[in-house]
């Protein structure tokens, strides 16, 4: 009957037989006792007991092996060895695993309702009432048992809850302190020395003190890195990080705010004791012994000092860093004593936020196309047409302020953009040409190069291929290349010439005379053209010397098969005085200013 009763839900049937159940009941070998029902079901997982101690050992096995722990304890209230209510009191307290407890009672006449409201706060999750009857008890146990499988998954879920968050907590931990440490030198990092430089300013603004942030840069460590390799870089770092410990005073925050830059903050220090402390490190960091590779390096640091004064304009951490970093390539410009107070007055400082304010600039003009081609005129002396063009840049940014390439360029050229300029012109002269209409044919265009420019494949590949795509006559198109451009790679720069020449592009020296290697800049690159630099030109008339120099240049230039072109041509006289010297092109104010492209074209 009781298989009957549990057959059709092999689930319960599988619950019971795997349960290891409890049962402390005096009649449990009686017939028909419970115990005697269950092992019918073929439960072989049951204990049964009228003892309190084996019941409490046999919970204790559960807690030191899970497969042994209790899944149900019914316990009878007629057992006279022990108090059954205390006994499932003090389980349900200190039970981790939440045993669910049943009561067997003798009958309902046994419970009045205090008595079943004390067995309930004593744990009890179900009452079981002889007579037995099979249909009651079968279901409630299985209710019971999956009480047990429900609390246990709970207990699972917030046990894996408390791991995960224990584990959010630790990887929280550290990233914050990551957020605030260097881990190659455990000094404090960036982040935190702007932390520490809001509560300085607080405190110098409030408590009028004065604090001072040393900021320092170890010069050409990349050589050090590629010299010794990157291992031995990093022990002469962590070595610098506990020299510059040693040598600050006990209230400094040291931190390290870049690859291979440090920052010392000083409360309470004046612009004596700054020096003095910047002076002792630059001094000891000459004479760095490094102990893991027992060897003495001889490190060169730059270093600027920014006094923070009660009232100065100082007002954020960024700026003070700002500041620190200008100090500090100041300091690195200089040949001897590398250290720099920061001075807001100093023309170079003022100097150097212009050149950094022209940097910003330029990246904005970058992203935002605010560039635009002007195009001044080369005339042919001997016919005196005018169908070449020199390109020339202007930048108009978005409050409609021209600013020159006098001010821009540099500041491309120092912040390593300048590619991305001789990029942009190259792509916009080469279309200005496929826009031209067929009666513009003849007209050829002039574009400064960089050194980087030419040392740039990318560059090599926009130009060869906008020249197939467009159909434009190669010919049309002369580069030049300054003179005095810094050239990192001449054998690259060469072939890069040599191919943009092989497909028909032409090549012009551009500042002719100005630097110490004109004759072996012709020597070195197979050009077509020079051009003498103005300062040979502007007053040629009235200066024999410029005459001299300038008949040089032409003859040498003729002599190797190079046409020779004259520029910041301002009057008629230089004119026709080049003319009388062979100059082949003039180009200047005299003969035409530079004009927007579109404009000059007749494209609008």
Known sequence: MFKELIKTNADALDALKNARIVIADERNHEQGSLYEMLLEAGCNRLISTISEETILESLRQGYRHESQQVDLLILSSSIENFDVLQLSQNISKRDASGTPI????????WWDENQLL???????????????????????INLA????????????????????????????????????HDELTSLPSRHRLESALKISLSKSHNLHRTCALLYIDIDHFRI??????????????IRLADLLKKS???????????????GILIDDVDKLVAMDLALLIYQELETLVCEEMDTQMNVNANIGVVMIHPGTDNKTASEVLARGDQACHIAKNRSKNRIYLFNHNDPEIKELQQNRQCVTLVRKAISNDWFELYLQPIVNLSDNSNSHYEVLLRLTDNTGETHSPANFVPAAESSGLIHKLDFWVVDHALSLLEQLPLDHANISLSINLSGDGLETPALLELIKNKLAYHSINPSRIMFELTETAAVKDVQKTRETIAKLRAIGCRFAIDDFGTGFSSFNYIKNYPVDYIKIDGMFIQNLVNEPTDQILVKSMVDI??????????????????????????VDYVQGYHLGKPMPAAELLGLY
């Open 145 to 180: 048992l999956q009480y047990r499988h429900e609390r246990k998954h709970r207990l699972n879920q917030e046990e894996n809850l408390n791991t995960e968050l224990s584990e959010r907590r630790v990887m929280e931990t550290r990233l914050n302190y990551l957020l605030n």
């Open 224 to 237: 050090i890195n590629d010299t010794l390799g990157h291992d031995n870089g990093d022990k002469i770092l």
């Open 118 to 140: 004390t067995a309930y706060q004593a744990g009890a999750v179900d009452l079981l009432m002889r007579p037995l009857r099979i249909t009651e008890v079968i279901p409630r």
């Open 557 to 582: 230039a003729h002599n190797l098969g190079k046409k020779v072109i004259a520029e910041y041509v301002e009057n008629q006289e230089t004119v026709n005085l080049l003319r009388t010297y062979g």
């Open 102 to 109: 049943l009561f067997l009672s003798q009958g309902s006449g």
């Open 248 to 262: 600050s005073p006990d209230n400094a925050l040291i931190a390290r705010i870049g690859s291979d830059e440090f």
